[in-house]
């Protein structure tokens, strides 16, 4: 394992995206394993990563719902269930099964309270063509939160990557949208995320761009190099002076508590009436003098 043994407690977030055991091409790492070996491998570095975490971090770990339901077990024994992320993105036809359609993404938090946790805002999803609301909103469309919804545990809006001309040389490289919605979602600015399975960068990368600190540990050189490369050109992104997900220069996925600055919540129909009703002229009250007094 080429995990070193941490000797002390200090990552506030842990994501792991390890070898799938699906036989797929990396240039050092043979994918290919037998079923008891490959999840005895997985138990020793999950093991680990709880270990490292702090009292108010969380573990996610990323992988195909089959070995995800065995890393379940190990971390209920470890850790405290959060979430099951449903990554919407669909990979290719298997035969006679379903077709699979989403990876999962396991929240757990090292102790059961006292988690660090950010809700965070995606934006509302629009028709291309119009600009129209996907979602109806019935009678409430007033209610409307003047940037997005607040994210659920089922993600369609990241999109895998899809061009090469985008991708590096490697076979499993994420996006960096997902490890940004993430790394928002459990850390504060100046925190500390650890990738054990790092490929090219992607969680270093994301982490530098929100200003969190990062260790990645990769056993391939050729994508350490890679990783390097793209770390000497990241820079952090904000927006109105907060760490923010950008994506084609609009904003992916933020904080709630920092949507609240930034787009402060717009009145209701109800709240705007007695805002107008409250600022009608109030009578001025007649002077005593002249107040009818009440016949002896
Ligand atoms: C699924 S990929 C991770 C891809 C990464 N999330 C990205 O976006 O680039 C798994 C990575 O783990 C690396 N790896 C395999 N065994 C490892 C080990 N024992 N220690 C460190 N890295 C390892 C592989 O070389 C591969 O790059």
């Keep these: 394992m080429c995990l070193p043994k941490f000797p002390i407690i200090l990552i506030d977030v842990c994501f792991a995206d390890p070898?799938?055991?699906l036989d797929k091409k990396y240039t050092s790492y043979k994918d290919r394993r037998a079923v008891d070996e490959y999840l005895a491998w997985c138990e020793q570095w999950l093991r680990e990563l709880v270990r490292v975490t702090k009292p108010s971090g969380s573990i996610l770990v990323h992988n195909i719902p089959k070995w995800l339901t065995y890393y379940a077990d190990i971390l209920n024994e470890i850790a405290h269930f959060r979430h099951w992320i449903a990554w919407?993105?669909?990979?290719?036809?298997?035969?006679?099964?379903?077709?699979?359609?989403?990876?999962?993404?396991?929240?757990?938090?090292?102790?059961a309270k006292g988690t660090k946790f950010f809700e965070v805002r995606a934006p509302h999803k629009t028709c291309r063509e119009c600009g129209a609301f996907l979602k109806d909103y019935g009678g409430k469309k007033d209610q409307r939160h003047p940037f997005g919804m607040l994210v659920s545990d089922v993600w369609t809006d990241i999109h895998r990557i899809r061009h090469n001309k985008r991708r590096?040389?490697?076979?499993?490289?994420?996006?960096?949208?997902?490890?940004?919605?993430?790394?928002?979602?459990?850390?504060?600015e100046g925190?500390?995320?650890?990738?054990?399975?790092?490929?090219?960068?992607?969680?270093?990368?994301?982490?530098?761009?929100?200003?969190?600190?990062?260790?990645?540990?990769?056993?391939?050189?050729?994508?350490?190099?890679?990783?390097?490369e793209k770390l000497a050109q990241t820079k952090p992104t904000r927006y109105e002076g907060y760490p923010v997900s950008l994506f084609l220069g609009k904003i992916q996925s933020i904080r709630d508590c920092d949507a609240a600055h930034i787009f402060p919540p717009q009145l209701t129909k109800q709240q705007k009436r007695r805002q107008k009703a409250a600022a009608q002229p109030v009578p001025e009250p007649l002077p005593l003098a002249f107040l009818p007094v009440a016949a002896e």
């Design 88 to 111: 919407d993105a669909m990979s290719a036809p298997v035969g006679k099964t379903l077709l699979p359609a989403h990876y999962g993404i396991l929240f757990y938090s090292k102790q």
């Design 168 to 188: 590096d040389p490697h076979p499993c490289q994420l996006p960096i949208h997902l490890l940004e919605r993430l790394i928002l979602m459990t850390t504060d």
């Design 191 to 228: 925190d500390l995320v650890l990738d054990p399975f790092l490929g090219t960068g992607t969680t270093a990368i994301a982490a530098k761009r929100l200003s969190r600190h990062y260790i990645g540990i990769e056993l391939d050189p050729t994508y350490h190099q890679v990783a390097l």
């Design 19 to 21: 070898p799938f055991n």
